[in-house]
């Protein structure tokens, strides 16, 4: 359409027109004159309209989305931030749940042997000096620590201090090849010297080559002179193996150390050895043995004895029971037939 007086005047009668019809109907409320064309005029555009906000609703889906993913993202992450800060804090309570049986072992087992102990943490496995078997803890000179003191933890013998600084310590481990220590039998009180020998268990050499030792024997410290390196009375282990008697002066055996040296974590250093020797009083009480099972088997009836009438019943005492008879009984002075044959 041209730009002309003509079509603009026609714009503005189509304007007020308009007007004028909206104003009739609000004032017309629900009898408005213009009702029916408006609903003649839904029922021709209402599918037209439903058509297009189809066609245009996952596109609006698509916006409220991408304007709602910032906000689900940090909800997300504020979410997976819970997550872990629980399961850390579990993982924590059953940690310090392990560490207190730990502490609470060593300080029965210190108490037990009258050991004045100084409780220390292993903070680092194997030092920098060669391949020996060691762990460095968090106590040192500042501490009281001393070089050859005796260590232990609630299962017994860890080792001995070989390094001291002013807040750490160096501790040789009883499985360290290089190391030894004298040891004594339980109840037997047979000494000899345990020697370290890696992952596997201990070896112990007897002074007597011909005591009497099994499995199952436990061994404790004997201790050194002045209480330095070894304390006496402490746990080492408990014998797996006999080497059979050879004829030498001394005997081997072979004991797993009560100690699990993969897996140290609390400690104690004895800083005040025992006032008396505590012998075998630190060593654990033994397993109870299971009891043993009991079957009682009741014999069978005799076998002439008649169901439900036991044998010899109605007789009178100190009758003889009557025989049962199987045949002719033999006359007086006549000898039965088998004694006959016999004859």
């Keep these: 359409m041209r730009d002309t007086r003509e079509s603009r ?11 004028a019809l909206i104003t009739v109907d609000i004032r017309g409320g629900e009898e408005s004159p213009v009702d029916g064309a408006r609903q003649a005029a839904a029922a021709v555009f209402g599918p037209v309209e439903n058509g297009v906000a189809a066609a245009v609703d996952p596109i ?11 906000e689900r993202h940090d909800r997300i992450a504020a979410l997976e931030r819970e997550n872990a800060a629980l399961k850390a804090k579990l993982g924590s309570d059953d940690r310090n749940r392990s560490r207190l049986r730990e502490l ?19 903070i680092a496995i194997g030092a920098a000096q060669g391949f020996s078997w060691t762990v460095t803890i968090d106590a040192g ?3 009281g620590i001393e070089r050859d003191m005796t260590v232990l933890n609630g299962s017994g013998l860890v080792g001995r201090v070989t390094t001291v600084g002013p807040s750490t310590a160096t501790v040789l481990l009883a499985s360290d090849p290089d190391f030894t220590v004298g040891t ?7 000494l000899g010297f ?19 030792v099994k499995a199952g024997d436990r061994l404790v410290t004997f201790g050194s002179q002045a209480n330095k390196p070894f304390v006496p009375g402490v746990p080492v282990g408990e014998v797996v193996r006999v080497d059979p008697l050879g004829g030498g002066l001394t005997r081997n055996i072979y004991v797993r150390p009560y100690v699990g040296f993969s897996k140290l974590d609390i400690v104690g250093v004895v800083v005040q050895a025992p006032r008396t020797n505590p012998r075998d009083m630190v060593l654990p009480p ?4 299971a009891p043993t099972v009991t079957v009682t088997v009741t014999p069978p009836p005799p076998a002439g004895e008649q169901q439900g009438q036991p044998q010899g019943e109605g007789q009178q005492p100190g009758q003889q029971p009557q025989q049962p008879q199987t045949g002719q009984q033999p006359q007086q002075g006549q000898k039965p037939e088998n004694e006959q044959q016999g004859d």
């Design 9 to 19: 005047l026609l714009l503005v009668l189509l304007i007020a027109i308009a007007f």
């Design 60 to 70: 609006g889906n698509a916006i409220g989305a991408v304007r709602d993913s910032g």
């Design 104 to 122: 609470d072992t060593l300080l029965k087992t210190a108490g037990a042997g009258q050991y004045g102990i100084k409780g220390a943490e292993v």
């Design 141 to 143: 000179a500042d501490d």
């Design 184 to 190: 004594r039998m339980e109840k037997s009180d047979e």
């Design 194 to 212: 345990a020697t370290g020998q890696g992952n596997g268990p201990l070896l112990v050499q007897l002074l007597n080559g011909k005591a009497k």
């Design 286 to 289: 033994k397993p109870k043995p």
